[in-house]
């Protein structure tokens, strides 16, 4: 059972909220941290932001999100590869430990040309992420995803990369709703805690049946994911770090937040 100061929730779980309303909201409910979304920054300006999280006295363990490195075209991972620059700059602004990375697909590249431009565009990356002391998660995303979001859909995956990167500021974000199906899931969290790569936990529920592939998460308890038993697994790794609640839901988004955000409190009390 997590305490509420060990966890932190995602701005795009309320997404209705201004940054400064999350802030406030949170730390008065009691969470640990915030975890932000660029389109929380972006009506606001990355130094009023960086005001805001830093004067809310919560711990930020991530901006939310960099990656998409795939593209057949030079020019638009060109693009991402500055945009991947940009977050940096924000995560360090707002004092955020990583920026999570959602890697990309494109229909038509074959997942594993597709694995060489996110190792390419994050060989590239590293040095200014070093740099700026911001560290890289790669977030593997569920399979339903391997066409046009994510050609890294399991731990497995994301564990090569960063066995062929070998850089002590690239890692994994292991979100319960992309891998809780993995066979391998355990033995996979157990070696990303011996190589130092678990960087990131997100928690939320997958909803039998589920009716979006994008925005029909359900709140911790209300789906099939054993949530307990990967945190225990995540612990004995040796992850200390917060359970970071990152919930899209249209019908979740559709309630009053306020009392919403009182249900994650519990849930996460009773569920993490
Ligand atoms: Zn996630």
């Known amino acids: 059972m997590a305490e509420l100061k060990k966890c932190a929730v995602h701005t795009i779980t309320t997404k209705a909220w201004t940054l400064a309303e999350c802030c406030e909201r949170y730390a008065t409910a009691g969470f640990g941290g915030i975890c932000v979304w660029r389109n929380a920054i972006e009506p606001i300006g990355v130094e009023a932001a960086a005001k805001i999280v830093r004067a809310s006295g919560l711990a930020v363990p991530s901006l939310v999100r960099g990656g998409f490195f795939v593209a057949t075209d030079k020019g638009k991972r060109a693009a991402a590869a500055e945009e991947n620059r940009k977050c940096i700059d924000e995560a360090a602004a707002i004092g955020a430990e990583q920026v999570v990375l959602v890697v990309g697909a494109e229909p038509g590249v074959p997942l594993p040309e597709a694995r060489r431009h996110v190792a390419d565009g994050l060989a590239k990356l590293l040095p200014y992420a070093e ?29 090569k990369l960063c066995e062929e990167l070998k850089n002590p500021w690239l890692g994994i974000a292991c979100d319960v709703y992309h891998v809780w199906w993995d066979p391998d899931l355990k033995q996979e969290i157990a070696l990303a805690g011996q190589q130092g790569t678990l960087f990131g936990f997100h928690v ?11 925005n029909d998460r359900g709140l911790m308890g209300e789906g099939c994911i054993d949530i307990a038993t990967i945190r225990d697994w995540v612990e004995t790794a040796g992850f200390n770090g917060l359970n970071e609640v990152e919930i899209f839901s249209t019908e979740l988004w559709a309630t009053d937040q306020t009392e919403y955000l009182q249900r994650i409190a519990t849930a996460c009390r009773q569920h993490v």
Do not use: F, Q
Request: with cysteine; aromatic share 4%.
């Open 131 to 159: 740099k700026n002391k911001v560290k890289l998660a790669i977030e593997p995303l569920h399979p339903m995803y391997a066409g046009d979001r994510s050609c890294v859909n399991r731990m497995a995956e994301a564990r």
């Open 204 to 214: 939320c529920d997958w909803r039998v049946n589920t009716r979006d592939l994008l």
